[in-house]
């Protein structure tokens, strides 16, 4: 029978989690990622907090682990919507890159209580901002192929893109353009010949940087 939140050894494993370290309830549930579906690993992390009777919570801002990075989620989907605006695409997948102390300190924590539920940090990452990100553009995370591949660099606020082909109406695969939206017109990524869409590189990566932003 698989694990489950309750289970008196996942209670204990996450006890002995927390004696080590201050985890927020993100970090907390992330240990524990690949049990019982359906639920975000925040929602992990409470369920397990209120099971170790831990009555004081750990602010993500206060969090050993990630140190405040799950509070930036938010800047981080503005960061990349604000990147990706002013082109035309119709699927997308993120990645990112999260600095190599954080990383560390996730493997210390695995080595000092074990990773056979967890999930790294990255991945939480890059489907939460993914989930956001799916409503807020009106498009699709496609994990085989997607038109543009965003790779955010957390550390540093860089979002960089990555073309990747797109189909044509007849199903053959192009080569990589980018389209700029003509005055904020919208155009379906698939009329090439189109007069006024610039294309503005083949295969080429765009890197924007945090400074174009507003501080929040
Ligand atoms: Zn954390």
Redesign the pocket.
């Known amino acids: 029978m698989s694990s489950t939140l309750q289970d008196k050894d996942i209670v204990a494993q996450a006890q002995h989690a927390l004696s080590m370290h201050q985890?927020?309830?993100?970090?907390?549930g992330r240990l524990f990622a690949k049990l019982e579906s359906g639920m975000s690993n925040k929602s992990r992390g409470k369920k397990l907090r209120a099971a170790c009777k831990q009555s004081t919570k750990?602010l993500?801002r206060d969090?050993?682990?990630?140190?405040?990075?799950?509070d930036e989620l938010p800047s981080f989907t503005i960061l990349i919507t604000r990147a990706l605006e002013p082109y035309e695409f119709d699927t997308f997948l993120i990645g990112s890159k999260i600095d190599e102390d954080t990383i560390e300190r996730e493997t210390s924590l695995w080595g000092e209580v074990g990773n056979e539920h967890a999930e790294p940090i990255k991945v939480e990452i890059n489907r939460e901002l993914g989930k956001v990100l799916e409503t807020q553009l009106h498009k699709e995370v496609d994990f085989e192929d997607p038109t543009v591949m965003v790779i955010l660099d957390t550390a540093f606020d860089v979002v960089t893109f990555r073309l990747n082909h797109y189909l044509s109406t007849d199903g053959t695969k192009n080569t990589p353009v980018l389209f700029r939206k003509p005055n904020g017109f919208v155009r379906s990524a698939g009329e090439k010949d189109a007069g006024d869409a610039t294309i503005l590189e083949h295969c080429t990566t765009r890197v924007y940087k945090s400074s174009l932003l507003p501080v929040f």
């Open positions: 985890l927020c309830d993100y970090c907390l750990t993500v969090c050993w682990l990630c140190q405040g990075l799950f």
